[in-house]
């Protein structure tokens, strides 16, 4: 790794308080260093003369491997024409697809666009071997996954045990069993409704075959993620997701909060793609935004933080997810393609392709509402701008998101070519607030590291953080982001130059380099005499629900490329 002096750029590095200042970042061995320990004669110097430099961006939440996403490729051969881009090596391998893009693509337009991180936010625990293969492959980013277990029966077994300790536990194992890095819940709850009723469930619903509700699964995971430690605690996708009216369950989830014992002043709770659980009204055809209610708790609640899942109008998507009463019924409102999967004992999922339409009353409300939660709540630091790829539009559009958030004429020129009676549901219209570039950086690298809790090395470019770097061919002392948003765009679609790891892997905008990154998961530590109980309870339930064996579950290090560990120092009693 050679030593790299980036010079005259404007610094943007929120966790380190620096707000377009004008300075210089030194690159040695990877890391970050002061510029004193640079050799000139030695480095290569780049001149980042009215450029602005930032962190590599984070994803919190992109759905990029797995075999959901591959069956996405599968079910969409119309998704890969006149998309595909030959070999150019040795810079790069050959990309496809644009929704459900090919590994090579996800990698090369991620790093195009600046983004050094991305994790795959949903992996059933039977099915994540198949989802750290295509982690593997994906080049440039650094990845992680979030493992499911909202509806798998062991942990429910054990809630309505009331065995704290032993569900801790059990989620630890499985954390570091699978080699992920966060727990994630999916409508809590609905695989055991689905399977047994075919319906979906609310928060406070019971659920068939067990004496629980999926408040009780929330409020139970979230306490023992507290015991856990975990960095980054819940990422929940709320019940009834997609259904008119459930701005009211995301309310009442949030609310959970106050039932969790927390240990740390940390948020307890990330409620993922909001825009598609903020709908008010009884039905589609009364349907309006429920945006500025969200926006308003999110100002109480401090525990909370979230992410929009934003609608980019004009653009096909094909939504993905381990909600199967939510596809099948958007299915049926489609009438075009379905598939449907249920996973042992773990979760159930479904594929739709859709397209957001411009003129479209309902997506025109999903378009406003996510722009309504982020502008009114006004908490860079809490709200995270994602379009939960590729269920809102495909991540290669982040930029245009970016522009709805700086400039309000970016918002009024979509407005003019949405649909009117829509707007007229919504706030969005009124709504002056424009965030600046260095909230920019806080939503899209220093807010994600924290919640990550990577912020040592991550999401920031003070000395000793890793060297992924963004440079984008922008002078914010000349252009007015605000009427100029199409120059930021431009920027931002295709950085200047993208430094990896200490490697440059993107110039003027193409890719020059394939490097691979890392991928990171913790590991919970368990008291041994606990681990005893643990290791019985799981021999005998994996025998009794499983049609695998026990080992089989459990991925080396080995098998993931260029593995990271997380220790984690958990609160858990023996």
């Known amino acids: 790794m050679s030593e790299i002096l980036i010079r005259n750029g404007f610094v943007y590095d929120p966790i380190n308080g620096i707000n377009g200042e004008v300075l210089d970042i030194a690159v040695k061995g990877g890391k970050i260093v002061d510029p004193s320990q640079i050799d000139l004669s030695k480095a290569l110097v780049i001149d980042a003369k009215g450029k602005v430099v930032m962190p590599g961006g984070i994803d919190i939440h992109s759905h990029i491997a797995g075999p959901k996403v591959n069956i996405g490729r599968l079910m969409r051969p119309e998704d890969h024409y006149l998309t595909n881009k030959p070999h150019k090596l040795p810079y790069r391998r050959a990309e496809t697809g644009l929704t459900v893009p090919n590994v090579f ?142 701005y009211l369950t995301t309310l009442k989830t949030m609310d959970i909060t106050k039932d969790i014992s927390r240990i740390s002043e940390t948020p307890a709770l990330h409620v993922t793609h909001v825009q598609f659980t903020g709908y008010k009204g009884e039905s589609w055809a009364t349907l309006e935004s429920g945006g500025e209610d969200i926006a308003k708790a999110m100002r109480a609640n401090p525990y909370v933080t979230l992410d929009l899942g934003q609608v980019i109008l004009g653009r096909p998507a094909t939504t993905m997810t381990a909600d199967a009463p939510f596809e099948y019924v958007l299915y049926h409102l489609t009438r075009w393609k379905w598939a449907n999967a249920d996973t042992e004992v773990e979760t159930a999922a479904g594929i739709v392709p859709y397209k957001y339409k411009k003129r479209s009353f309902v997506n025109t409300i999903q378009w406003a509402i996510g722009l309504e939660v982020a502008l009114l709540t006004r908490d860079p630091w809490r709200v995270i701008p994602t379009t939960d790829h590729p269920n809102a539009g495909p991540f290669r559009d982040y930029p245009i998101m970016f522009s709805w958030l700086i400039s309000k004429k970016a918002r009024e020129d979509l407005i003019k070519e949405a649909n009117q009676r829509a707007l007229r549901k919504t706030t969005l219209p009124s709504i002056d607030v424009e965030f600046s570039l260095h909230d920019i950086a806080v ?132």
């Open 443 to 574: 939503m899209t690298r220093a807010a994600p590291a924290k919640l990550l809790g990577l912020e040592r090395f991550k999401g920031h470019l003070g000395v000793g953080a890793d060297a992924d770097i963004a440079i984008y061919d922008l002078n914010p002392r000349e252009v007015d982001l605000s009427r100029e948003y199409e120059k930021f765009v431009k920027a931002f679609k295709r950085a200047w130059l993208v430094i990896k790891s200490g490697e440059i892997v993107v110039r003027e905008g193409e890719v020059v380099k394939t490097t691979y990154g890392s991928t990171y998961y913790i590991e919970p530590e368990i008291p041994s005499d606990l681990k005893r109980d643990l290791d019985s309870f799981l021999k005998k339930k994996f025998k009794e629900y499983y049609s695998i064996a026990l080992d089989s579950i459990f991925i080396r290090e080995y098998e993931l490329r260029r593995a990271v560990k997380i220790p984690i120092t958990t609160r858990i009693k023996g």
């Open 105 to 246: 693509r996800i990698g090369y337009d991620y790093a195009r666009m600046g983004y050094t991180l991305v994790v795959e936010p949903a992996t059933p625990p039977i099915k994540t071997r198949h989802t750290h293969e295509e982690l593997d492959d994906i080049p440039i980013i650094d990845k992680a996954a979030y493992v499911l277990v909202d509806s798998n029966w062991l942990a429910l077994d054990l809630i309505v045990e009331g065995s704290r300790e032993l569900l801790a536990a059990y989620l630890a194992w499985l954390l570091y069993a699978t080699k992920t890095y966060a727990l994630k819940l999916v409508d809590p709850g609905s695989d055991v409704t689905w399977v047994l009723t075919g319906r979906g469930i609310d928060v406070d619903e019971q659920i068939p075959a067990y004496n629980i509700t999926p408040r009780d699964i929330v409020r139970e995971i979230g306490n023992a993620s507290q015991l856990l430690n975990l960095p980054h605690k819940m990422h929940i996708h709320c019940n009834r997701l997609g259904y008119p009216g459930n």
